[in-house]
């Protein structure tokens, strides 16, 4: 059943506690978590139910939850309250069951067995590769774009994103006053494996003195240069490093990491490492701060809440229409769809350009 009008809304509203649902709908959230994953489960139920009259269940840890069949009931008491709150109600994991001998067909099977018409998955490109997949298998599903790591091609923004570039800015602008008092180089670490949106925009904000990302290998020379001439100004250099960002080849011995189950290499450690380099190179004191998880933790800033409830609105429109392997995105101002391929097609990654734009302030 369609509602596009407001009188048919309305009346829905009002009646939907009264009438058999129109749709039995299941709810996931795969892969890292994110600040403003509530606000996306909150909108997509509180419009569903309310506006169009449909029913939801919520499928538990990502992938994993429908692999299982693992569910939690999902109505308007248990989506109130948490709009403000980090993580996800339904919970995260990083289940790959496309890797699974027959984890497609156990989860078309778990699907009907339950009563599913319909799934809308949140999550960022590894989630949404596996939406496409059971699309393609004829799955009714509607992906919902979500990573602090900001790299998905086909929007223009990720909720979480605003959150993390604003809990990094801030452990920066502590960091400044540190290195100030004890004349040290500090390298503050933060989150992006192969796109350094985060280090980007959190150094651009809070001024650091060099920003490194995984899309520009870094002349250790130089950045040893910018070191230097940062103290001679009496002035202490801040060094942000996105996790991925790695030397020119030959210039520094790289760890290895364990992989995860979408062959992600788990990273860590760029920041030590440039410390101990930047060290035996200009004999000043280097250190790190590595702020790994804090970035993804507590609650959503007011950006994130706006824009993950608008993606949820924008999810649940998508499937009252029957709109079927699509991803709701930001264009502009505007939630768009595109197709779940254009979804995960790529990955959106820091341009030249904008590098140059921060070049400007480095040393
Ligand atoms: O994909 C989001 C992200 O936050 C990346 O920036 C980071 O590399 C990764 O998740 C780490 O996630 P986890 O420690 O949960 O595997």
């Given amino acids: 059943m369609r509602c596009v009008d407001t009188a048919c809304r309305t009346s829905l509203a009002v009646y939907s506690l009264m009438e058999e649902p129109v749709m039995r709908i299941g709810v996931l959230t795969g892969g890292g978590d994110c600040p403003g994953l509530n606000a996306v489960i909150r909108a997509v139920v509180r419009k569903g139910i309310g506006v169009y009259g449909h029913e939801f269940v919520g499928f538990r840890d990502g992938w994993r939850g429908p692999l299982e ?18 993580g996800t109600i339904l919970g995260s994991s990083r289940t790959n069951p496309i890797k699974i001998d027959g984890g497609v067909d156990r989860i ?81 670490e933060v989150m992006g494996r192969h796109a350094g949106w985060i280090a980007l925009y959190a150094g651009m904000a809070a001024g650091a003195n060099v920003i490194l990302i995984p899309e520009k290998p870094f002349d250790i020379e130089k950045v040893c240069a910018y070191v230097e001439s ?19 080849e030959g210039q520094m011995e790289l760890q290895s990491g364990e992989l995860d189950a979408f062959g992600h290499v788990r990273l860590g450690g760029i920041g030590e ?91």
């Fill in 69 to 86: 069949g693992d569910t939690m009931p999902l109505d308007i008491q248990a989506v109130r309250g948490i709009l403000p709150r980090g």
């Fill in 108 to 188: 078309k099977e778990n699907l009907a067995e339950g009563g599913i018409d319909a799934l809308i998955a949140i999550g960022g490109e590894d989630t949404l590769g596996v939406a496409k997949q059971l699309f393609d298998r004829g799955v009714k599903v509607v992906g919902v774009p979500k990573t602090i790591d900001n790299d998905l091609n086909a929007t223009d923004y990720t909720f979480g994103f605003d959150t993390a570039v604003n809990i990094a800015m801030e452990a920066i602008d502590r960091l400044h006053t540190t290195a100030e008092s004890h004349h040290r180089a500090l390298i503050c």
């Fill in 230 to 248: 940062r103290f001679k100004t009496r002035y202490a250099p801040i060094l942000v490093v996105a996790e991925g960002a790695h030397p020119l």
């Fill in 273 to 363: 490492m440039l410390a101990k380099e930047i060290e035996k190179r200009t004999g000043k004191e280097a250190r790190t701060t590595v702020l790994g998880h804090i970035q993804r933790g507590g609650t959503p800033s007011a950006s994130d809440r706006v824009l993950a409830t608008r993606f949820g609105l924008g999810a649940i429109d998508a499937v009252n229409e029957g709109d079927f392997g699509k991803m709701v995105a930001l264009r502009g101002t505007d939630i768009i769809r595109v197709g779940l391929d254009e979804a995960t097609a790529e990955l959106k990654t820091v341009p030249v350009s904008r590098y140059e734009e921060a070049e400007v302030f480095f040393g």
